[in-house]
């Protein structure tokens, strides 16, 4: 390859797969972008086989979408022969090979890749610089300015964000009241699914990956959970993630709040966006997804409340600006945290799906499926069960970080550790997120096809056996009484 000098090579990651951002904006022949397949990424968790196909799917349409658009690419393969499956080595070697005079990249989003990629620019004997991704509605130390050292609480943040952006209020002036006077309508969402219920039809874009889920197996990555190679149904590029957003806004909205709670074991994805991926991807934007809700809410109010709406938006503009704030607030101390000092393994079953729980196995059996699962099957499920079960919250985070197609440590780790496992001892959440067997029959339909007794606490010899998350629940507030009598949120 020969280009014009000087030469500058600008590193894209995997979730960098932003075509907006002002990089591409001008097309410059003595720029070279890079993106590369490694066994690094493969390799530090076991991620699910979807996850990894949607990445390096993603990554190649990403690639050939700039090379269409004139940009130089360099993209390296996991096979290709020059590939040394390190992101720094592979650095060095393109420099050295290639000769550019300046190294340049993106902030990335994850800890570990932040840190290698801050040691390399200061080892390298070239020019380097480092960009924002222009994606998030924060910078990463805006959270870290807003709170201090005082604690991190999720509402005022996400009315701060509500004012600072005009988003759903009824004027642009920094005091402005939210557009209905209410900030908050959780108290109107959350209702469990009636009887008989059926969902609307999960919106696909159906490809055969056939090729690239073979390839993988050849390559030797290990992976979890299941795919159908001839109907991955996952978008990959933002076209169709675009497609995934005008569907959510004109087919889901209208009842997202009401039923973003809900669970029953026919349903995988009932009024949720399903964005997440493209959003971490950084396919599309946090703002094109606000956006587009919003102005869809405005057109028809009628159809589409205002709780809809604002329980969506503050998903976006508060919980995933918030836990990005409180991961680069408190990294790496947080990995390490274990308020409960928890140790235990997590059960097979979160393999498998092989248990007579029936709420455990229809959640499990959803994310090997899909490598999806919604948030309440993630937090009070999955996750109730491993925090009252004792498990080590390595062993927890280890799992999600590789299930789910969305999962990358920032938003991971803080959903996980934090919110779900309240190993943090209460940074992300004011309170454990632990419930016996009445929330699960209350929001689910999972209860009634179960072999256990949901109403009983313990074993008495007849009939089904009791729900074992009732005794689990009580277990739980009695071995750790100590640490948790002085939480007023706790009565
Ligand atoms: C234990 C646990 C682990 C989680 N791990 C991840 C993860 O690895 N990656 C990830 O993106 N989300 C994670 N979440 C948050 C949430 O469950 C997912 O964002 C959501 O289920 C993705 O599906 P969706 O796009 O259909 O979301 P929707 O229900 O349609 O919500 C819309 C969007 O809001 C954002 N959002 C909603 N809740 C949260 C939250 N708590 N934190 C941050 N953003 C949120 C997401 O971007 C999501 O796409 C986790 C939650 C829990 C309890
Ligand atoms: S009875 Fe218990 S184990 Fe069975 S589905 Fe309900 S909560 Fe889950």
């Known amino acids: 390859m020969t280009v014009a000098s000087p030469k500058t090579l600008r590193l894209i990651l995997g979730d960098q797969l932003n075509s907006q951002h002002s990089w591409f904006r001008t097309v410059d022949p003595a720029v070279v972008y890079v993106l590369m397949e490694m066994r690094q990424e493969t390799d530090y968790a076991q991620h699910h086989?979807?996850?990894?196909?949607?990445?390096?799917?993603?990554?190649?349409?990403?690639?050939?979408?700039?090379?269409?658009?004139?940009?130089?690419?360099?993209?390296?393969?996991?096979?290709?022969?020059?590939?040394?499956?390190?992101?720094?080595?592979?650095?060095?070697?393109?420099?050295?090979?290639?000769?550019?005079?300046?190294?340049?990249?993106?902030?990335?989003?994850?800890?570990?890749?932040?840190?290698?990629?801050?040691?390399?620019?200061d080892l390298l004997p070239i020019e380097t610089g480092v960009a924002d991704t222009e994606h998030f509605y924060t910078k990463r130390d805006d959270f870290a300015k807003r709170f201090g050292a005082r604690n991190f609480i999720m509402e005022p943040f996400y009315r701060d964000m509500r004012r600072k952006h005009g988003i759903l209020m009824e004027s642009s002036d920094p005091d402005a009241q939210p557009a209905t006077g209410q900030w908050n309508y959780d108290a109107d969402n959350r209702n469990g699914l009636p009887k008989g219920f059926?969902?609307?039809?999960?919106?696909?874009?159906?490809?055969?990956?056939?090729?690239?889920?073979?390839?993988?197996?050849?390559?030797?990555?290990?992976?979890?959970?299941?795919?159908?190679?001839?109907?991955?149904?996952?978008?990959?590029?933002?076209t169709e993630y675009l497609d995934m957003l005008d569907h959510f806004a004109d087919n889901l909205l209208y009842a997202f709040g009401t039923y973003q709670d809900a669970m029953a074991p026919a349903e995988w994805s009932l009024f949720h966006s399903r964005l997440s991926f493209g959003m971490n991807s950084?396919?599309?934007?946090?703002?094109?997804?606000?956006?587009?809700?919003?102005?869809?809410?405005?057109?028809?109010?009628?159809?589409?409340s205002y709780a809809q709406v604002e329980g969506f938006v503050r998903q976006i503009l508060g919980w995933r600006e918030y836990m990005r704030g409180v991961y680069w607030a408190k990294m790496p101390e947080f990995a390490n945290l274990n308020f409960f000092n928890h140790q235990r393994r997590l059960p097979h079953y979160y393999w498998d799906a092989d248990t007579r729980m029936?709420?455990?196995?229809?959640?499990?059996?959803?994310?090997?499926?899909?490598?999806?699962?919604?948030?309440?099957?993630?937090?009070?499920?999955?996750?109730?069960?491993?925090?009252?079960?004792?498990?080590?919250?390595?062993?927890v985070d280890a799992w999600y970080l590789g299930v789910y197609i969305d999962a990358i440590q920032w938003v991971e780790i803080t959903n996980t550790r934090g919110m779900s496992q309240y190993a943090d001892g209460g940074i992300v959440g004011t309170k454990p997120y632990v419930s016996s067997?009445?929330?699960?029959?209350?929001?689910?339909?999972?209860?009634?096809?179960?072999?256990?007794?949901?109403?009983?606490?313990?074993?008495?010899?007849?009939?089904?056996?009791?729900?074992?998350?009732?005794?689990?629940?009580?277990?739980?507030?009695?071995?750790?009484?100590?640490?948790?009598?002085?939480?007023?949120?706790?009565?």
């Open 282 to 304: 950084k396919l599309i934007s946090p703002r094109e997804v606000i956006d587009r809700v919003v102005a869809a809410y405005w057109a028809d109010p009628e159809r589409i």
């Open 49 to 121: 086989i979807q996850k990894v196909v949607a990445f390096f799917l993603a990554m190649r349409h990403f690639a050939d979408a700039l090379r269409q658009a004139g940009h130089m690419v360099t993209y390296l393969t996991l096979d290709n022969g020059a590939n040394t499956q390190s992101l720094p080595n592979n650095i060095r070697e393109l420099i050295d090979l290639q000769g550019f005079t300046k190294f340049e990249y993106l902030l990335p989003d994850e800890y570990r890749l932040d840190k290698q990629l801050a040691e390399l620019a």
């Open 437 to 491: 067997a009445a929330y699960i029959n209350k929001m689910s339909h999972y209860c009634t096809g179960c072999q256990y007794d949901k109403a009983k606490k313990v074993n008495d010899g007849k009939g089904k056996p009791a729900c074992p998350f009732n005794s689990l629940y009580w277990d739980f507030y009695d071995r750790n009484r100590a640490k948790l009598e002085r939480n007023p949120r706790i009565v």
């Open 358 to 395: 029936n709420c455990i196995h229809h959640a499990v059996r959803h994310s090997l499926t899909y490598a999806y699962s919604h948030h309440i099957q993630r937090l009070m499920i999955t996750g109730n069960f491993a925090l009252l079960a004792g498990i080590h919250p390595d062993e």
């Open 198 to 238: 059926v969902g609307p039809p999960a919106r696909e874009h159906p490809r055969d990956v056939s090729d690239i889920v073979q390839w993988l197996r050849q390559q030797g990555v290990e992976t979890m959970g299941t795919i159908d190679p001839y109907r991955f149904l996952w978008p990959v590029t933002r």
